[in-house]
Nanobody
Framework: QVQVVESRGGLVQPGGSLRLSCAAS????????MGWYRQVPGEQRELVAL???????NYAESVKGRFTISRDNAKNTVYLQMNSLKPEDTAVYYC?????????WGQGTQVTVSS
């Protein structure tokens, strides 16, 4: 089993920045994809950013140029640097880690962008 734990989100003013982290632990052999998703009430969970083990990262159009995903494979950790935050970025952010075709989700962390 793999456990996935996100850092705490928070309340940020519009235009501000926040960095989320997510650490995987447990029965880890080789993690392939690590990514961030977000969800607002009443809507489907959507991809924010994805980091494959090999290759370029992918971003949702709405966050390109503002968010950056990075990972530390030695620590089984993925980060999401969020800059120029907008009220529409308010959501619960989830980390997903994939290994051997199985996906593991974190519990989610609330990010609120408001003045």
């Amino acid at each position: 089993q793999v456990q996935v734990v996100e850092s705490r989100g928070g309340l940020v003013q519009p235009g501000g920045s926040l960095r989320l982290s997510c650490a995987a632990s447990g029965n880890i052999s080789r993690i392939n994809t690590m990514g961030w998703y977000r969800q607002v009430p009443g809507e489907q969970r959507e991809l924010v950013a994805l980091s494959p083990f090999i290759g370029s990262s992918n971003y949702a159009e709405s966050v390109k140029g503002r968010f950056t995903i990075s990972r530390d494979n030695a620590k089984n950790t993925v980060y999401l640097q969020m800059n120029s935050l907008k009220p529409e970025d308010t959501a619960v952010y989830y980390c997903k880690v994939s290994q051997r075709g199985i996906s593991y989700w974190g519990q989610g962390t609330q990010v609120t962008v408001s003045s």
